[in-house]
């Protein structure tokens, strides 16, 4: 296919690739051309005078015969519909637990067929149930397993998904909360299940010390292999009961972080007795579009006030929504 093209040198393509970009005329439906010298990019319009002034020297305007680029199939391109799915390490989960099983296993063999870096698809056979926040899976196709590693922000986590709770969409969420954390600050994780606030923030040597918690054997022992696969050294992995462990740790903390959205409110006497003076709550919680805020912050409020302490609310957020008029948010709150 012919096609008027900028020939650049080549140790000058990417500048001129990127100009081209950026002025919305590089044809992306074409193989960029090449020789032993020079790269050919295909434009998919003329350019406007001037347009290519800015162009690395050398560049100028020709002709070339370009290749198709070719497409790489999608899940859609198969199925026909979008179909609901979020990846976990090399497992696809797919979200939908109604879904029939010759849906499913149509579902299932598209991600295998258009995704390499798939490996298993499972799904759920019931709602995060139980005190350790565990779901029941199928395997649907793939290989017949339901541990990954997790690769999220240079950080890696080690999970078994039928064994403790991971979801990679708080993944910019708890990025956030570690541009809270100032250097030699003291973070309580109450709920770490297998590490993904924790070892984030200790991996990046700003708090002097994290304390993960968590009543879940099971999330423990991967919680403190990520620590091992992270070479994290200033966090310390804690089985057990978070209102018990508070008491070892009162008045310790500058971050208190709460992501128990069903049931942090439960905790909160034992989140404010962890926090120390002006420490930070960071409270999730899931509440209705009408009252998205005020109820929990009136929670913190109580529990502050049975301890003769303060509140100053900072922020309050939706992180996402989470059901049909319900949102899952969260508060930083902090204590005096």
């Not at 296993?105 to 995060?128: G, R």
């Not at 992270?230 to 804690?238: F, G, L, P, Y």
Request: glycine letters at 6%; hydrophobic letters at 40%; one cysteine or more.
């Amino acid at each position: 296919m012919r096609r008027q093209c900028i020939k650049v040198p080549r140790k000058k393509g990417e500048p001129a690739r990127r100009i081209l970009l950026g002025l919305e005329i590089l044809d992306n439906s074409l193989k960029i051309g090449s020789d032993e010298t020079f790269l050919y990019l295909p434009l998919s319009r003329e350019p406007d005078t001037g347009e290519l002034e800015g162009l690395p020297e050398g560049s100028e305007l020709t002709f070339f015969d370009f290749e198709p680029l070719e497409k790489k199939p999608v899940p859609e391109d198969i199925l026909g519909f979008t179909p609901a799915y979020e990846v976990i390490g090399d497992i696809a989960l797919l979200e939908d637990e109604k879904l029939d099983a010759k849906t499913a296993l149509k579902i299932a063999d598209a991600l295998l067929k258009t995704q390499p870096n798939i490996k298993s698809v499972v799904k759920p056979l019931t709602p995060v149930i139980g005190e350790f926040r565990v779901r029941e899976f199928e395997v649907i196709a793939g290989e017949h397993r339901t541990e990954t590693i997790h690769r999220e922000y240079g950080c890696r986590y080690k999970v078994d998904l039928s064994r403790a709770y991971f979801t990679p969409r708080l993944s910019t969420e708890r990025s956030r909360i570690l541009s809270w954390i100032k250097e030699g600050d003291t973070v309580v994780d109450m709920f770490a299940g297998v590490g993904p606030y924790s070892i984030l923030l200790a991996k990046s040597k700003k708090p002097s010390r994290v304390v993960a918690i968590d009543k879940n054997p099971e999330a423990v022992r991967y919680l403190n292999e990520n620590i091992s696969l992270n070479s994290a050294k200033n966090i310390e992995a804690i089985e057990g009961d978070a209102r018990e462990e508070a008491k070892r740790f009162a008045g310790t903390a500058d971050h208190v972080i709460m992501n128990l959205p069903h049931n942090a409110y439960e905790f909160l006497d034992s989140a404010v007795l962890l926090t120390k003076q002006g420490g930070i709550i960071h409270y999730y919680g899931i509440t209705p579009e009408d009252d998205l805020f005020e109820s929990s912050i009136e929670l913190i409020r109580k529990a502050a006030e049975k301890a003769g302490r303060k509140v100053e609310v900072l922020e309050k957020r939706v992180v996402r929504s989470y059901a049909p008029h319900q949102y899952n948010i969260c508060i930083e709150a902090k204590i005096l």
